[in-house]
């Protein structure tokens, strides 16, 4: 988002997820979402009562109950959440370790078939068809505090039930079920995030950084459980991985029930007047609180006004075509594998491109929070994955073809990173309309993931040329769904500066739109 600069302004202001204002003296007044604290005339500009209990607090006052608002619930919400979206992250894709680990041998998967391939696919078909009903409910009854973890220990008893298969149909079985169940995680993190902090960016990055520590972290788990278990009471290493790790995840289920918040309205561990704060910083940032009662938050209506949005669409394809491209992380290790190394030093390889993907994401969120610029830090990284498909493609030698699968996986979640917290901030209220867009877009372009599965058959190895000309096509979609995005919010951006309204923005009155008004961020 930008604002448009006046000589007669003390102050530059933009409503919006994470940007500063600044005098004219340069002084920092708001950083990384921080509301301006003692302009509470512009909310009454833009229509919005300022609650009784906030507005007699001083400047001064304000600034600490937020700082501590901020530490309380980042200390019970981002360690927790990050640690069960590693768990989700492994318990979703350690069959991919287990393949090294001899399951396809033990429940006599035909190596001449799709079999494995099916298994992996069928997750994300329970995956998809749950999506949506999951979130919607989740908004309806506003206690993730409790849904999430249930959903997680259920996910984690099924994953270790994995352990128990002894032919193909039981293997499709339990996938499926365990898509069924963790559909219900992508939103809900995401969601808690959204109702109780405006700050996204950054904090979306080590959301994220969940799934990228699972990845060096998984790997080197299946490691040492493929060397040291193999055949220990009587069970195969693959059996041990799923046992292993689903019960880490109901245990740690059990402690996310007393750990995470809910929306804030519903929050036992916070104070009224903190209540009252993470509600109106909420109404300041966008316009309106999140989540009032269930009987605010109507599913269809929610549903229908995501889909009549065009943003909705645009934004779809651009996450689907980053999402499609990243399933090769589905099969990374069979990937990594094409090196010519031994199962375990295999696995040992997965990890250092995970590492760097972490380090690379941390960089490309933090300076699109500093810049509040959107666009050319997703093609950017776009054209790394790229390059790095191309690579993988186009050569059998060792050391390129390792240097593209460093490579790879970065470029791809440095993108959907930033183009996650892109779709928050131009899809933001009403709450119920931003539950169903986000959960339809994670649930198609995680949709993806069925038909990339049959492009990384044994046969096709080692360049998988199928695969990789595939994601650079879905990569292409991408950076088209980017531009078209890019000059669509330009457009509407001109409206508001203008005094126009626009729908799905806040609308300042005319005259006080290019100093007080909402901008999307570009």
Known sequence: MSTAPSDDADVKHTVSNEETVSGKDGTITKDHGLPSIADLAQANIRGLRTPEIIARLTPEQRLELETRLRKKIDLRLLPMI??????????RNNIAAAKLAGLPEDLHLDPNSSQFQTAVSILFV???????????FLNKIGKPALYLPGCMMVW?????????VTNFGGLVAVRFFLGFVEAAYFVTRLSLLLELLVELGLRTAFLYSGALISGAFSGLMSAGITQNMDGARGFGAWQWLFIIEGVITVGISFLAAFILPNFPRTTSWLTE???ALAIWRLEEDIGEDDWVDSEHQSLWEGARLAFIDVKTWVFLLLLFGIVASGSVTNFFPAVVKTLGYNNVNTLLLTC????LTVIATFINAWHADRTGERYWHIIVSLVVAMAAFILAAAT?????????????VPGVYSAFVVALAWISNTLPRPPAKRAAAL??????SNASSIYASYMYEDRMAPRYVIAMSVNCGTIFLSMVAATVMRVMLVRLNKKLDRGIFVEGAINAIPGEATHHGFRFKV
């Open 439 to 444: 959960a339809f877009i994670n649930a198609v």
């Open 273 to 275: 007047e903190e209540k």
């Open 126 to 136: 329970g995956y998809l068809l749950m999506q949506i009903p999951s979130n919607l």
């Open 156 to 164: 984690g008893v099924i994953s270790a039930a994995t352990a128990a």
């Open 352 to 355: 250092p491109p995970y590492v």
């Open 396 to 408: 059998t030698s060792l050391a390129p073809r390792y240097v593209a699968m460093m490579l790879m």
């Open 82 to 91: 990050i640690l069960m979206y590693i768990l989700n992250y492994i318990d």
